[in-house]
């Protein structure tokens, strides 16, 4: 083998046991980064196949007023995961080089939890399907943004991506 190619894959080899997603299982007391992101050790982590309204995000509630349900949606998972430890084994690393982990606290599975009450989305795209039944029982329920109207976070970020603002972004009659 040339040099080069030696050189090359101790390179691929170190990359790949670096990777925090390859490194197994994060665990420790996380805080809170907003609905659908945890930090643990210093370590961003995204939870595997949920979206969560995004900070600045409004939606409206029963009454037709809009609340700021990103920031509801990281309560209700500071809540949860209060002084608990947190065990996060990863899946992947996103473009934001964060990891990309299935979490849970005892053994609930913390994506699940928050989408059944409702402050966070089965994403398709990338759950498969696998919190959609936890879905189907908060909008049956009524529970968090089901209670009332909302933008789903990624056509919420397109919005915002293209220029729009927050409120305008936030409100769907105002998205067309």
């Not at 209700?76 to 934001?96: M, P, S, W």
Request: proline share 3%; with cysteine; aromatic share 8%.
């Amino acid at each position: 083998m040339t040099s080069v190619l030696k050189l090359l894959l101790v390179a691929a080899i170190v990359t790949l046991v670096s990777s925090p997603a390859l490194a197994g299982t994060i665990t420790g007391q996380a805080s809170v980064v907003d609905g659908d992101t945890l930090e643990v050790h210093g370590q961003r982590i995204r939870l595997s196949g949920v979206d969560a309204p995004e900070s600045d995000q409004l939606c409206r509630g029963d009454d037709s007023l809009q609340y700021r349900c990103g920031a509801k949606a990281a309560n209700e998972l500071a809540r949860f995961i209060a002084g608990k430890t947190v065990i996060c084994k990863g899946v992947d690393i996103d473009r934001y080089k964060r990891v990309v982990a299935v979490c849970s606290v005892g053994e609930q599975d913390i994506g699940e939890r928050i989408v059944r009450a409702g402050f966070a989305f089965d994403w398709p795209r990338y759950s498969k399907g696998k919190y959609a039944g936890a879905q189907k029982e908060a909008e049956r329920a009524g529970r968090g943004v089901w209670a009332g109207s909302y933008v789903v976070p990624w056509d919420y970020r397109a919005c915002r991506w293209g220029g729009g603002r927050p409120s305008r972004c936030s409100d769907e009659a105002r998205l067309d």
